[in-house]
Every structure is written in structure tokens, then in C-alpha cells.
């Protein structure tokens, strides 16, 4: 019989009592025990955060039963603990039921330790009795395991919230300091969750937090590798176009040699066999679409996004930048690191198809205002492209462009007429579900855009009417070259008429 795939489950126990794949993870967590003490990790949703700590648990309270055949099994000698685990998972819309929320937490955590602390009004108060209480009646280093530590704000981000994301910022700085002031009853503690707050905003007394979320050395902590495919999923994958798996859904790079898979989409894939936008459909980016909103719906710069890693390490309420979101997010992820005079420098980019299609699409349907001509644009585009109909390109290429409202895109990062052109139609082609491949973005104006669909590769090229030959000019630069083991490669070029805002015209050559 097969082993079941666990798309419906988190726990450690149930998966390895039940009969489920797991891809084990108890390397970097005998790595983490032995070498460290406070750690914080954060990744984005359906990552395998909450499996992980669960791992750590039943680590931690000895079981080691479940363990056999793990990598840890015959290298930890498993001696019990006691665990405090703190989920925060609830309603944080004030700071009352915040606090409400952490007292039962406590609750929870006193049946489970079979401990009764006698204040119980004041969740920090509590937190640091139970520390206590649970060290005397063990006789044991306390493990302090906490999920989504960052929840109670990230529910209130939204600018009408912020007040209550505030207040919820301060009760968890207070209610962590405890794990910093009861240093000497703690053995282990990991908290985990989506963002990454500056330091000083939610951790300032807890100095010896370490966080391993960009460590290579914990890179895949999380996450599926290519070669989970082929192995333990091995029933799941025989006669799967690998590669195409490899494209819709690889791609997340966490600074360690190889790329990882979310593990929710790989499951939901492996189990419906479909591909299909899973991980991005968990979750709507509505706050993200509020966030573009003041700088331009200008998605193309994503795919090439250099930014400084003070970026990409913390999250400040006070001052949410798009970019920070969007890559705690994972709609983003490190395409390429650049050391310059000491300075670190990332490059981020859209993970994998399912992200960039998913994303310019879900944008799309937010600033055409008709979401059936969009559809329709997109289809008509890909069939055309899918059949190479070049000649029925003007027609769509003009609904394409009036249906795109110019004066969204004429912002700050937007800087000529041109730019909108080549934003417009790289949204539609990648939310189409086309492979996109951008060539060079050094001059944001003068993007050259490559979309593959199945055997046909068109390279693109925007002109502004007069401005020579388009043909001529991809010619030159020689892109096609990379694309010759494609049966069917097309030069195509669009000429814009700049004054009535619309395509004159649009020529192509079949270049192989
Ligand atoms: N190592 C693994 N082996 C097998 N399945 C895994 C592994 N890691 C994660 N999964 C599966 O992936 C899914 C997502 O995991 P989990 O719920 O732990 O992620 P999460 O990061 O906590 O998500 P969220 O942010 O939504 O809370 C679950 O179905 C889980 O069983
Ligand atoms: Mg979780």
C-alpha cells in the first residue's frame, strides 16, 4: 500500500503512527539542540513551521519511539523535558483578547504539565511561574516552544489597526522578556512565524536570540528538495514531467545550495496530480494590493529587485515596506547575493511560475476594471502565442493595452511611456501562464521579454514608432541564441504609436 501523503495533518505523532511520508528534518533539529539555545526561524505560510516545532516536542518529551529510522534515532538520548508550547492562534483584534488568549495558553500548558499556578490573571506573571514550577516539579531544563509568535500583529497590520498592532507589540516584548530573565531554568527555546521584526521592536531584552532563517546551514530546514521527489515520493512522481514540477514550483532559495518546494503545493499536486496555484491560493495578498497601491501596480520590477538585506530582516510596523513583505511573504525570494564594499545586496525575484503567474494575474484583476475582457485578453493572448497566430497578435495586443488604465502605472517608478507598455504586456503574458524570461532589465525602460509556450519562443520588443527596427534589433543582440533547442523560435516586435497611445503595428520574423 501506498504511504499516505499528510496534506492534512501537522502533527509528528499522527504522521509517523498513521502511516504518512515524512521527509525528515531531525538532522537540523539534533543540530539546533546540540548547538544552540534561543532560535528563532521564520518562513512563509505552509512551510512546515508548525510540523517542525511538533518535531521538536516529541524530541524534547522523549518519544523516541516515533523516531526509528530517523536520523536522530540513534544519536540524542532522548531525556525527557518539560515543554511549554505557546500557539498563538486566536482573536487579536484588542489587546483584551490578546491577553485573554495567553491565559489560556497558560491554561493549556498547566494541565498538560500538571502544574496550578496561582496567578493567573496576568499572563506574563504566569508564563514565569509556570517557567518555575515546571524546572521544580521536573527537575528538568524547561523547553519553550513557541508557533506564530508574530500573529497577534501581523492580524492588525492594516492602517486602521495599527493601535492594536502597537499594543500587541508591547504585551509580546513584555511577554517574551520572561524567557530572557529565566535564562537559568531553560534549556531550549524556538520561536518561529512569518516576519521578521527588527530586533529592538519585539525581542530588546533577548540579545542571545539567534536567527537562523537566512543560515545555510538550516536552508532546508524546511521545505522539500528536488530529490524528495524521486525518493520518498517516488509512488507519487513515476510518470510526471519532473521538470515541469521543477518550474511551476521550485525556486525558493533560503541561501543554501539548492532551491526547496513549499511541501503544501507539493502535496496538493502530487495528491489532485493537477497543476494548480495552491500555496499562492491559500492566502489573499489583499494588504500587499493596499501597499502597491501608493507606489504603482508596477509588478515587472519584481522580477529583478536588488534590495538591501535590512530589507529583508525586518518587518517595522511603523514603516511596512512592500518589499519586506513580499518576500517574508514568499511571493519573493534571493535570486542572486552581491557583496559591494562590505554591503550585502540582494537580489530577489518571483520563486517559480506559480507565484508569478498567480501574482501579475491576481494584480490584473485588480486594476482592469473588466475582469471578463481580462480573461478574455489572456486566453485569446495565449491561444494566439500557443498556436503561433502571429498575425492575430495586433488586435488582442490593442485591447491588451486599453485595458490597462495608463495613469495607474505613471508613477514614481514608472518613468516613460514606454516602461508602461512593456509592464502591461509582461502582466498579461505572465498572468496568462506563460513562461516569461527577462533577458535584461539594466534599463528599465528597454526590458526585452521572452515568453515560451510549449515548443514556441517569441522574443519581444517594444518600440516607439520611428524609433528604427525592432527585428533588426533583437537580431542583433543574439537572445535568440539561448533558445535554440525550441523547435520554433519568433522575433516579434511592437511598434507603439506614442501620441494616440495605441500599436501601430507589430512585425515578427521567424528566426528558426
Ligand atoms: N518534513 C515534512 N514531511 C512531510 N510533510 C511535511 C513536512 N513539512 C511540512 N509538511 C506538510 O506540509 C504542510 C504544511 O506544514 P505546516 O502546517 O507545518 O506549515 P506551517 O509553516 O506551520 O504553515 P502555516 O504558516 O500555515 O501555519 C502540512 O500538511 C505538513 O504535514
Ligand atoms: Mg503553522
Known sequence: ?????????????????????????????????????????????????????????????????????????????????????????????????????????????????DIS???TSNPSVCFKELLEKAYQKYGKEVVILIDEYDKPILDNVEKENLDVAKQNREFLRSFYTIIKSNDAYIRFAFLTGVSRFSRVSIFSGLNNLIDISLNPDFAYICGFLHSNLTNEFKEYTEGIDLEEVRRWYNGYNFLGE????????????????????????????????????????????????????????????EDIEVETVMFQAGYLTIKDVKRRAGKTKYILTFPNQEVRTSFNDYILDYIVPNRQLKERIEDTLYDILAEGELDKLKD???????????????????????????????????????????????????IDLTAIVLDKVYIFELKMEGEGNPIQQIKEKRYYEKYLNYPEVYAVGIIIDSKEKTVKDVVWERVK
Not at 486599453?402 to 495607474?408: A, E, M, R
Not at 516613460?416 to 534599463?443: F, H, K, N, P, R
Open 117 to 119: 499556578c496561582k496567578h
Open 258 to 317: 539548492e532551491k526547496v518546494y513549499n511541501p503544501y503545493d507539493i502535496l496538493l499536486f502530487l495528491k489532485n496530480k493537477q497543476f494548480d496555484n495552491y500555496w499562492f491560493k491559500t492566502a489573499t495578498p489583499t494588504f500587499l494590493i493596499k501597499l502597491l497601491k501608493d507606489r504603482g501596480y508596477n509588478t515587472l520590477q519584481f522580477e529583478n529587485l536588488e534590495v538591501s538585506s535590512r530589507i529583508l530582516d525586518s518587518f517595522d510596523i
Open 396 to 446: 488582442v495586443l490593442k485591447s491588451l493595452f486599453s485595458s490597462v488604465p495608463y495613469q495607474l502605472f505613471v508613477r514614481k517608478d514608472i518613468r516613460d511611456t514606454e516602461s508602461y507598455y512593456s509592464v502591461a504586456l509582461y502582466m498579461y503574458l505572465s498572468g496568462a501562464g506563460l513562461q516569461i524570461e527577462i533577458e535584461d532589465t539594466t534599463d528599465r525602460g528597454r
Open 1 to 113: 500500500m501506498k504511504k499516505r501523503l499528510p496534506v492534512d495533518t501537522q502533527t509528528f505523532r499522527r504522521i509517523r503512527e498513521e502511516g504518512y511520508i515524512y521527509i525528515d528534518k531531525t538532522k537540523e533539529a539534533l543540530d539546533l539542540i546540540q548547538d544552540y539555545r534561543f532560535v528563532f526561524l521564520s518562513r512563509p505560510r505552509r512551510f512546515g513551521k508548525s510540523l517542525f516545532l511538533d518535531t521538536l516536542k516529541e524530541i524534547f518529551e522523549g518519544s523516541k519511539e516515533l523516531f526509528e529510522g530517523l536520523y536522530i534515532y540513534d544519536k540524542y538520548d532522548f531525556e525527557p523535558h518539560p515543554v511549554i508550547k505557546i500557539d498563538w492562534a486566536g482573536d487579536f483584534k484588542t489587546l483584551e483578547s490578546t491577553k485573554e488568549v495567553a491565559l489560556a495558553i497558560m491554561e493549556s500548558n498547566q494541565e498538560r504539565l
